[in-house]
């Protein structure tokens, strides 16, 4: 948690995991879209659909876009908030498990801190959160879904030597959560267009193409060690 240094990446990365995953999670939309899985009307979405069951009859709703529109720019304010909670994971995670892993190899302490981060949500998921699947397939979703994101995560921790962005980065992806029923007609189906859902997985498998076609995972800060266990 600290030093924060270099200052200047740091900070940057703080900025990139602050605004960056709602943007993946709209990129992920628009795949979605593009692949048939979802329609995008905010007239019809289950939003709309809950704001015209509260209200009394006869009550004229305000436009259904401003109010989407509306909840779309509190997104960042809302990953401030989300990141408060987020905090207590990601120092487990990407704060102590991956830095844990790294003796493995960069990749496979990604990989395996991500499956780890799946399996850990197994039982809310076998209670039909997130995914609607209360079964195994729906645990594999989940696990999919953390190790695109705990690769995503992971890389903002290692490439800024500092638990902070991947805080942020977290706190954003809870507070895009539910963009997709803002904007999404119906009942879409979460495992596919969720945000960790199937069209995330595309987009976020791009963009981890794409730092590692940089170099972006071969050039990292030296993490600061980790205190040794004194003896009684």
């Not at 030093?3 to 709602?22: E, K, N």
């Not at 498990?97 to 809310?124: C, D, E, F, K, N």
């Not at 595309?202 to 071969?218: P, S």
């Amino acid at each position: 948690m600290w030093p924060l240094r270099p200052a200047r990446r740091v900070v940057w990365l703080m900025v990139a995991g602050w605004l960056a995953p709602p943007l993946l999670v709209a990129a992920s939309l628009l795949v979605a879209w593009m692949l048939g899985w979802v329609v995008i009307d905010p007239s019809a979405s289950l939003v709309a659909g809950q704001l015209a069951q509260v209200l009394p009859p006869g009550t004229p709703a305000p436009p259904i876009e401003l109010l989407v529109a509306l909840q779309l720019a509190a997104i960042p304010f809302g990953a401030l908030v989300n990141s408060v909670f987020a905090f207590g994971e990601e120092l487990g995670w990407r704060g102590w498990l991956l830095p844990a892993l790294r003796p493995l190899g960069t990749w496979p302490a990604l990989l395996v801190s991500g499956v780890i981060w799946g399996l850990w949500h197994t039982p809310i998921i076998l209670l039909g959160y997130n995914f609607g699947r209360t079964d195994a397939i729906g645990v594999l979703f989940m696990i999919g879904g953390c190790v695109v994101w705990g690769i995503l995560l992971g890389w903002v921790r290692l490439r800024s030597a500092s638990l902070w962005p991947a805080v942020l980065a977290h706190g954003a992806l809870n507070a895009a959560g539910g963009m997709v029923l803002l904007v999404a007609a119906g009942a879409p189906d979460l495992a596919l267009v969720g945000p960790l859902g199937v069209a995330v997985w595309i987009v976020g498998a791009v963009v981890i193409a794409g730092l590692w076609a940089a170099g972006q995972f071969r050039v990292q800060p030296e993490l600061a060690p980790m205190p040794a266990r004194q003896r009684p």
